[in-house]
C-alpha cells in the first residue's frame, strides 16, 4: 500500500444552535457562548478544579473522541487572562488533569491493544489567539483542551491519500521553518537543555506511521515503560519540561525576528542553554534575519505569521506498540491529528452519525464510570445519558 497522508471524511450529527445576528459560525463556536451547548448537549464529567470532559460534537472520529476542557470562562472573565498552555495551568489543576489524561489513555490502550487495529492518540494544541486579529476563526474562546481519539486503521487505510500540498500538513515536515533551517540547533537545544529520564529521544523511522509517512522531522521521545510511566508524576514533570523547551526556543527565535539582536526574552525556562545554543549560533540567528528580511518586503507574509507561542504537543502509539511523544510548532492553525498525517473531513449527515453514535456513547459513559470511580468528577445528565 502507498505511504502517504491520509484523508477520511466524519459525519457529524448538525448542532442545533441559533447564530446570534452579525456573528460568523466559527466566531460563535469560538465564543464561550457556545459553551452552554458543550456542557448541556455533550458533557460528560465536571469537578471542582474546573475541568469538564464532553463528547466533540464536531469530532474527528466516530470510534472514540473526547476532551477535557479547562473550562475558566466563570472564573476568568478577560480572555486574555485565561491558561492556554499547560505550563500556565496551576499545580493542583494539573495534577488532576494529568490524572485524568492517565485513565482515559490507559482505557484506549486497553480496548484497542493492538497497533496493526487503531491509531490511539492523545494531546493538545496551544489556544493562543496568535493569529492576526482580523482573520476568521480568532480562537476567542482561549481556553486549554486536550483530545483523545482512536481511529480504527480498516478505515485509514481505505481512505484516500490526501493532498500533500494541503497547507494543513505543511506544518511539521520538509516546509517547516524550524525544519528546513534549524533542524541541528533544535534538537541539539533540546537535548542539552532537558534533563530526561522517563522520555528517551527515538529515531525519526521510529517515530514514523508506515501508513501514513507523519510525523516528519520532528523531535520525539519513546516513553519507556509504556503505559504504566502515565501513573508517574516524573512522566508528566517531563512531558511538561518538552512544552517548556520548545516555548524557549520559539519566543527566543522570534524575538530575533522582531528585533535584531533582541535580548533574551524574559522569564525563559532554560536561559543558560538559550545563550549557549541559540544566541550565539549562526544558523538560527541567520534564519531569523531571512525571516525578518521577508517580513520587511511581504505585507502578507509577515501578516501571516503567528507571533507568539503556539503549539501541538501529543502522546500517540507507533506501530510496534510503543508510546511516542512529539511537539510541533502550530504555524498555520492545523488540527493535532494532521501532525500524524491523518486529514479529517468532516461531514454534516446526522443518519450516518446516529448509526455509530450508541457504540460511541457507550465507550464515553465507561471512561466516565472509571473517572468517578477515582474521585475525578461528578457525571453530568444531557438528553443523551443520565448523570451517572
Known amino acids: ?57 464536531l469530532g474527528h472520529s466516530n470510534e472514540f473522541d473526547t ?106 515536515g520538509q516546509h517547516s521553518l524550524f525544519q528546513a533551517y534549524m533542524r541541528d540547533v533544535y ?25 501514513t509517512g507523519y510525523p516528519q522531522g520532528l523531535p520525539s521521545w519513546e516513553i519507556q515503560g509504556g503505559a504504566a510511566a502515565l501513573g508517574e508524576v516524573r512522566f508528566w514533570q517531563e512531558y511538561d519540561e518538552i512544552l517548556k523547551g520548545f516555548l524557549d526556543f520559539y519566543r527566543t527565535f522570534f524575538s530575533q525576528v522582531s528585533t535584531r539582536n533582541a535580548p533574551m526574552p524574559e522569564g525563559v525556562h532554560f536561559p543558560r542553554h538559550v545563550e549557549e545554543v541559540l544566541l550565539f549560533n549562526n544558523d538560527f540567528l541567520k534564519t531569523a534575519k531571512k525571516v525578518r528580511d521577508l517580513c520587511m518586503h511581504d505585507a502578507r507574509y509577515a501578516h501571516a505569521i503567528r507571533w507568539q507561542p503556539a503549539f501541538k504537543q501529543l502522546i500517540y502509539r507507533n506501530d510496534a506498540g510503543q508510546l511516542i511523544v512529539t511537539i510541533s510548532q502550530n504555524s498555520i492553525g492545523n488540527a493535532i491529528t494532521e501532525l500524524l498525517g491523518v486529514v479529517v473531513n468532516r461531514k454534516p449527515d446526522a443518519e450516518a452519525y446516529e448509526r455509530r453514535e450508541p457504540a460511541l456513547i457507550e465507550r464515553l459513559l465507561e471512561v466516565r464510570r472509571r473517572l468517578i470511580e477515582a474521585d475525578l468528577g461528578e457525571g453530568i445528565a444531557t438528553d443523551y445519558w443520565p448523570a451517572g
Not at 446570534?20 to 457562548?33: A, I, L, R, Y
Not at 489567539?129 to 486503521?153: D, K, Q, Y
Not at 534538537?187 to 501508513?211: G, H, M, N, V
Open 1 to 57: 500500500m502507498e505511504p502517504g497522508p491520509r484523508e477520511i471524511t466524519t459525519p457529524f450529527r448538525p448542532i442545533p444552535l441559533d447564530i446570534p445576528e452579525g456573528m460568523k459560525p466559527n466566531e460563535f463556536f469560538n465564543s464561550t457562548e457556545n459553551l452552554a451547548d458543550l456542557v448541556n448537549n455533550n458533557g460528560l464529567l465536571v469537578n471542582p478544579e474546573n475541568l469538564l470532559l464532553y463528547r466533540k460534537a
Open 187 to 211: 534538537r541539539e537545544f533540546f537535548t542539552r537543555a532537558l534533563e530526561l529520564r522517563i522520555l528517551k529521544p527515538t529515531a525519526d523511522a521510529d517515530a514514523r506511521l508506515d501508513l
Open 67 to 172: 476532551s477535557i476542557i479547562y473550562n475558566t470562562s466563570k472564573v476568568i472573565l478577560d480572555p486574555l487572562g485565561r491558561p492556554v498552555r499547560r505550563t500556565q495551568v496551576p499545580d493542583h489543576v494539573r495534577q488532576v488533569w494529568n490524572r485524568m489524561n492517565g485513565i482515559i489513555i490507559e482505557y484506549m490502550l486497553e480496548q484497542y491493544p493492538d497497533p496493526a487495529d487503531a491509531l490511539i492518540l492523545a494531546g493538545e494544541a496551544s489556544l493562543d489567539a496568535t493569529w492576526p486579529l482580523t482573520a476568521p476563526g480568532v480562537p476567542s474562546i482561549r481556553m486549554l483542551h486536550n483530545h483523545f481519539m482512536v481511529f480504527p486503521m480498516v478505515d485509514l487505510k481505505r481512505a484516500p491519500l490526501a493532498d500533500a500540498a494541503n497547507p494543513n500538513l505543511t506544518d511539521g
